[in-house]
Structure formats: C-alpha cells, structure tokens
C-alpha cells in the first residue's frame, strides 16, 4: 500500500515561550494575531539577540474622542494613531520559537534587514527587481 505525501512543505511548529505568553497578555495580542504578523509582515529584520528574526505589521489604531461619541453615529470623528506589532522568532530544526512580542507606537527606523545571497540578489537585479 502507497501512502499519500503531501506536495506542499508543512509550517513548522510553533513553541511559545512564558515570556510571549506575559507580553501577549500585556499587550492585548492574541495567538491567531501573532501568527498573522510571522505568516504576513510588513517588514522582516534581523533580531537583537542571536540566530532570530523579528517580524513587523503596521496598524493604525481608531481612537473616539468625547466629543465624538456626544454627536450622531453617522458624524464621528476619529483621531488614528499609527502603531507597528513585532515578533521576534527563531527557527530550530522543524520547529519555530516565538520569543517575544511587542507594540511599537508609531513608526520604527529602518535598522539591518535580512542578508540575501549574493547570487540571489544578482538573480533578482536581472530580473529588474531592485531593494
């Protein structure tokens, strides 16, 4: 008898750590939001501490003023503010870390992004994509 192998890669597994567990409850973040910024980011960096990878999403966050909330639902006024949540993760193995997590308010500076192979990027220059 033939066993059926799937075609696509599995994601790996993910393990969490008590301190992503006491940040995610600080910061008001659920398990299914911190697996949408490791799946979808914005932004990929290389992490503080060693052999990880922090990951960001953009958000922007509605805040109702008083004033607002005395007038009709149709005449609200909003003030947004911008905020970025990282993840900083680390793969092992099959098997993925999730370290921490954090609310950035505001939009963060640009530090030192993931490093490409040098004939990956040459690969990428010919095809007319530029970083």
Not at 43 to 54: D, L, M, V, W, Y
Not at 67 to 92: C, F, G, P
Request: hydrophobic share 30%; net charge positive; proline share 8%.
């Amino acid at each position: 008898m033939q066993t059926k192998t799937n075609p696509l890669p599995q994601p790996p597994t993910l393990k969490w750590t008590l301190h992503v567990k006491e940040k995610m409850r600080f910061y008001g973040l659920s398990e299914s939001r911190i697996k949408r910024v490791i799946k979808y980011p914005t932004r990929i960096e290389k992490g503080i501490a060693p052999n990880t990878i922090a990951a960001m999403q953009s958000i922007t966050k509605y805040k109702h003023t008083q004033h607002a909330l005395r007038k009709s639902a149709s005449n609200l006024h909003k003030s947004a503010t911008m905020q970025e949540i990282w993840v900083m993760y680390q793969d092992k193995k099959g098997t993925r870390t999730v370290i921490t997590a954090w609310r950035y308010p505001g939009k963060s500076p640009v530090r030192e992004a993931i490093p490409l192979p040098t004939e990956i990027e040459q690969e990428l220059e010919c095809l007319g994509y530029t970083r």
